[in-house]
């Protein structure tokens, strides 16, 4: 039970935060939960039949490859697992009437990516232990959070601007953010490198804070 809350836990700090910043018009709680668990059901299950997919089409064997691991990093893990996030975005929050301002594109898309997050959490925790969920509890869940917002803050321009290049833009930022973070770690083999992987995040952080500001002062139900 420790381990399930301390996995849950930065979960959950991560949710009440962007919750928090939508602050000038609520959205459905009933639709943010739905958003929560397709995140943490429905993009699970996509990602795990691509992986199995792109396992048998393209097997990575040479983890001291460079070239491998950035494969692996962008066009596996990160578009993978950002493509099964953005499925939802797209055509389950998007659709629906309570999405009626910008701001929606960020909230609905951090609900997604942290029922994901949620999920993936719980694995390493029960595997890892308390240190694990510590360590993740700082890098990859708030990782998952800024994928998320950078995705939302495009995809809630789209449904007003009626463009779907900010659809594909929202994708195309979460993937670039998510695969720099990864690829980094990946390639841990050469010495000191790791801390590339935080600096993206770093990075990821300040443009999403830009991001929620900007919807914020943007917002068609602002006073």
């Known amino acids: 039970m420790t381990l399930l809350l301390s996995a849950l836990a930065p979960i959950a700090a991560i949710i009440v935060f962007i919750y928090v910043k939508d602050k000038y018009e609520k959205e459905p ?3 943010l939960l739905a958003c929560f668990l397709f995140g943490g059901i429905v993009s699970i299950i996509i990602t795990t039949i691509l992986y199995l997919f792109t396992d048998l089409i393209l097997p ?3 983890k001291y490859s460079i070239l491998q691991q950035f494969i692996r990093a962008f066009f596996i893990v990160a578009l993978i697992e950002e493509f099964s996030k953005y499925v939802i975005v797209r055509y389950f929050a998007q659709t629906r009437k309570a999405f009626n301002e910008p701001f ?4 609905y898309a951090v609900m997604v990516s942290m029922g994901f997050a949620a999920v993936e959490n719980i694995f390493y925790v029960i595997e890892g232990g308390l240190p694990t969920a510590i360590l993740r509890a700082f890098t990859a869940v708030p990782a ?3 994928f998320g917002v ?3 803050y495009f995809m ?5 601007a009626n463009r779907v290049q900010y659809n594909l833009m929202g994708l195309f930022l979460a993937v670039l953010f998510h695969g720099a973070y990864d690829f980094f770690l990946f ?6 490198i790791s801390i590339g992987a935080f600096v993206s995040l770093i990075i990821a952080i300040v443009l999403s804070h830009k991001a929620i500001k900007l919807h914020q002062e943007n917002s068609i139900f602002k006073p």
Do not use: E
């Not at 809630?156 to 007003?160: I, L, T």
């Not at 390639?187 to 000191?192: K, L």
């Open 29 to 31: 709680k009933r639709l």
């Open 104 to 107: 929606d594109g960020i909230i």
């Open 156 to 160: 809630g321009k789209a449904k007003f």
């Open 150 to 152: 950078l995705m939302g």
């Open 144 to 146: 998952h959070a800024t």
């Open 187 to 192: 390639i841990n083999f050469i010495p000191g």
């Open 60 to 62: 990575l064997n040479d």
